[in-house]
């Protein structure tokens, strides 16, 4: 009973606090308390989407991100450091451990301060290159806010995220401009499936020290090629986003309004603060989190047909560990994604496809599965298929990895045998065998009439004699 | 002494036990026999020889082993035409062909065997198996031959 009503409590207090489908403990490293004003709405936001934010300075002595060497927090966001590093305590090794342990992180960098050796080092091992000018800045002479760096340049204009793919999902669109005050540009490495770029450069931007005199020359990077928001999400589908600006986040920039160069553009409101939201809750595990309900299989023939619509289900066998090759198979699973308040069926984006494999070492069979039902919280997908004509250990494998998804990766291991030795179809049932049939029947009665005869034309006279020789001998 | 030798030495000399076990050729042995030979010398159509050989092996061999020849023929006869089905249809149930082949085949051999057994001309080489013991033998093989085969083709 006491354990019943702490049930439900614990059930009450996940419902009403967590809106990631994580956890809700955040914890922000900013330097100064004074730089938390800045960003108040921010923060009220991430407040009233159920997040409990700590706010922790790099300095402090008793930060820890790990309490008894499980992740003490389920998100951290970095604010860029005034000082040259993050302290002992958040070293690159220790925030890869953090998301190795399933953690996700959201660093915002600024051009304004230059980027901690510890910072480029942490990126470097995501494969994130941040250009070796500490100071640089992102800037470009066509999509720049006209209000605010009409000389600088350093205010980016940039339209929603769009990504080449028509099946990956956008997580992130915006119907507004997206203004990128000071940004880091970074480049990514070789190309990943678990890195990705939210958010690119116009084509006629580039990165440059402001503090350097002179020519320019040795570009670190240019146009589209530059990153201005990127995505890593690692193997255990933990998530690490860089921001190249920090400011953006800030009140200031949330719904400025801006202007882009040329004539006839009007001034506009920025949509920073959507954008910041959906960044933020990509990162802290609102959107885009799958979840794999039930999986069933079972034998689709004879008595067990259609089992998934029947109601007599305890006489049936379901998920059976053995099949028989050919036979055939209906297999089934139930996926969620977590829509930042609550599972809902899980739909692949147009263009895409959930699959099945059905392999030992290497899959037999590759199949596409279909959305068959779907209730308030999962959509089944199902496929029938029939068993490959080999017997041995196989797995019903479910892999998923998109970008912007967390990783789905389900195995069921069955055993298929071979044909029993009374499983194959008798001879007289296949019309092709009649003539072998009829040959070793013919064979058969050749022989009983071989014997009949031989029976009947016995030579009379040496029997005679035998028998008169034999008598006479004994 | 095996019981065959016992058998011919009171109706006959010991010198010729191999015209014994059939009385009816021993008779007629002689005349066609030089007429063949004396033929093929004298003509060589082939013809004339196939004739003669047929002809010997009509009055010269025993009425058993006549019967058995024909029993081989017509085993020959039945394994061809599954041979020829198997080629030309496929093998599919391979089973089926196996068995239904490997009867004509296995019936032929045990008959081939019982035929040597029985042969008055081999009689020297057999002389410790009697007829009936041979005939036995092959009655007990070829029931387990098949037994094996309708068990096999399923």
Not at chain 2, 8 to 16: E, Y
């Amino acid at each position: 009973m006491q354990l019943r009503i702490l049930g439900l409590l614990t059930g009450l207090l996940g419902l009403v606090s967590a809106l990631s489908a994580q956890g809700s403990k955040l914890v922000v490293i900013l330097e100064e308390e004074s730089e938390k004003s800045k960003y108040s709405q921010f923060w009220s936001d991430l407040q009233d989407r159920g997040f409990q934010i700590t706010y922790r300075s790099p300095k402090d002595t008793d930060l820890s991100l790990f309490l008894h060497g499980e992740p003490a927090y389920s998100h951290l966001l970095i604010l860029p450091p005034k000082s040259k590093g993050l302290g002992p305590q958040l070293t690159p090794n220790l925030l890869v451990d953090f998301v190795n342990q399933g953690s996700n992180i959201l660093l915002a960098l600024s051009s304004e301060q230059p980027v901690p050796s510890a910072i480029s080092g942490l990126l470097q091992e995501l494969d994130i290159t941040l250009p070796a000018d500490r100071n640089s800045v992102v800037v470009d002479h066509f999509n720049y806010d006209t209000k605010s760096a009409d000389e600088k340049h350093d205010v980016l204009l940039l339209p929603s995220p769009k990504f080449s793919k028509s099946e990956t999902k956008n997580f992130f669109s915006v119907d507004k401009l997206i203004a990128m005050p000071h940004a880091v540009g970074q480049v990514l490495g070789n190309p990943s499936p678990l890195l990705a770029s939210v958010l690119n450069a116009p084509s006629t931007a580039y990165t440059y020290n402001p503090k350097e005199e002179g020519e320019l020359e040795d570009v670190f990077a240019t146009g589209s090629q530059i990153s201005l928001v990127s995505a890593f999400q690692a193997r255990n589908s933990a998530r690490f986003t860089v921001l190249g600006s920090a400011e953006a986040m800030e009140d200031k920039w949330f719904d400025a309004s801006v202007q882009s160069p040329g004539a006839g553009k009007k001034s506009e409101k920025t949509g920073n603060k959507e954008f910041i939201r959906k960044l933020s809750a990509w990162t802290f595990m609102e959107l885009g989190v799958l979840r794999v309900g039930e999986i069933r299989h079972y034998l689709n023939e004879g008595a067990q047909k259609g089992a998934s619509n029947r109601t007599d289900v305890e006489k049936l066998d379901i998920d059976p560990t053995i099949y028989r090759i050919k036979n055939d198979v209906h297999y089934s699973v139930e996926v969620s994604e977590w829509s930042n308040t609550a599972w809902i069926p899980f739909t692949t984006p147009a263009g895409d496809d959930l699959q099945l494999e059905f392999s030992m070492l290497s899959p037999f069979h590759r199949l596409n599965l279909k959305p068959s039902s779907s209730n308030g919280v999962s959509t089944t997908y199902t496929a029938e298929f029939k068993l490959p004509d080999q017997h041995g250990i196989f797995n019903f494998f479910v892999e998923y990895r998109r970008p912007f998804y967390t990783n789905v990766e389900e195995k069921r291991t069955v055993t298929v045998r071979h044909f029993a030795h009374d499983e194959w179809p008798r001879s007289f049932v296949i019309s092709g065998a009649y003539p072998w049939i009829g040959g070793i029947w013919v064979t058969i009665a050749g022989w009983v009439a071989f014997v009949a005869l031989w029976l009947y034309s016995a030579p009379s006279q040496p029997k005679r004699d035998l028998k008169a020789s034999s008598a006479g001998k004994r | 002494m095996a019981p065959k030798n016992r058998q011919s030495t009171p109706q006959q000399p010991p010198k010729l036990p191999t015209t014994t076990a059939s009385q009816t050729p021993s008779k007629s042995q002689s005349k066609p026999s030089t007429s063949s030979s004396s033929s093929v010398r004298n003509t060589q159509d082939a013809r004339q020889i196939a004739i003669g050989v047929w002809n010997n092996y009509i009055d010269a061999t025993p009425q058993r082993v006549k019967l058995l020849d024909a029993f081989m023929v017509f085993l020959m006869a039945v394994g061809l035409l599954q041979f020829v089905y198997c080629v030309i249809a496929g093998n599919y149930p391979f089973n089926a062909f196996l068995s239904g082949f490997s009867a004509t085949v296995g019936q032929f051999v045990l008959t081939a065997s019982l035929r040597m057994q029985t042969n008055a001309e081999n009689k020297a080489e057999f002389e410790r198996i009697s007829h009936e013991r041979a005939f036995a033998d092959y009655v007990f093989g070829s029931m387990i031959l098949h037994f094996f085969c309708v068990n096999f083709i399923n």
